[in-house]
């Protein structure tokens, strides 16, 4: 399917275990990002790709891992997972320039991974 | 910290109504976006509005810049109860094409 998704849609894990959320996207974006959304905070940032094996920091880094081997993959893993990181992740993409046009920012979000860590 | 700042936090409002939505940052920025999220799903951009801009439409919507206040609105003209939705404004700068989103307002449209 065309588009952005993200693997799974609902996780339960426990504290201190591993847990990587995926992400696919179709359209070949050059910027990738990983979001976390929780109530009273909206969402932020917490790593950002700007193409392959190109990955920056955002807001809320800390307890995260990426990696960007191929443009159409961003997974985030929680390396040991602790009960702050539940939340709902969001994955987007955005393209940098349109051909022939002008610079782009609109972001493609996925449909979310609701993680839950007991 | 969020850059953007939604107001109001909740809106309801009767169908065929519109509804205004405000948003306002701290620094300067290169564009400033309108995204919508139902419940339980991903956000959707909505429009877009570059800092050279000062006004905006896209079918039902028209969108507000004034860089001098840091401020932005949202105006959805004859709503429906399909626009009940999350409303989030995200402001961008610089070439990371980073964008950091305010809390939302949660708009309810009434039948």
């Known amino acids: 399917d065309a588009g952005i998704t993200q693997s799974p849609r609902y996780k339960i894990t426990e504290t201190g275990r591993q847990v990587t959320l995926m992400c696919h996207q179709t359209?070949?974006?050059?910027?990738m990002f990983w979001y976390r959304q929780d109530l009273g905070h909206g969402l932020r940032l917490i790593y950002y790709s700007a193409a392959a094996d190109i990955t920056d920091k955002g807001e809320v880094p800390d307890g995260y891992v990426v990696s960007r081997s191929k443009t159409e993959n961003f997974p985030l893993t929680l390396e040991s997972a602790t009960r702050s990181q539940t939340s709902v992740y969001f994955c987007a993409s955005s393209e940098s320039i349109l051909a022939g046009g002008p610079a782009t920012y609109e972001q493609y979000f996925g449909p979310g991974t609701r993680l839950t860590v007991t | 910290s969020q850059q953007g700042e939604e107001d109001p936090q909740a809106l309801s409002i009767q169908e065929g109504e519109n509804a205004t939505m405000n948003c306002s940052y701290k620094t300067s920025i290169n564009n400033l976006q309108w995204y919508r999220q139902n419940s339980g799903r991903g956000l959707v951009h909505l429009i877009l509005i570059r800092s050279n801009e000062r006004e905006k439409h896209s079918g039902r919507l028209r969108v507000t810049l004034d860089t001098s206040k840091k401020s932005s609105s949202l105006l959805i003209t004859a709503s429906r109860a399909a626009d009940t939705a999350s409303y989030f404004c995200?402001?961008?700068?610089?070439?990371?094409?980073?964008?950091?989103f305010g809390s939302g307002t949660q708009l309810t449209v009434l039948p």
């Open positions: 359209w070949s974006h050059s910027y």
């Open positions: 995200a402001t961008g700068g610089g070439s990371a094409r980073q964008l950091t």
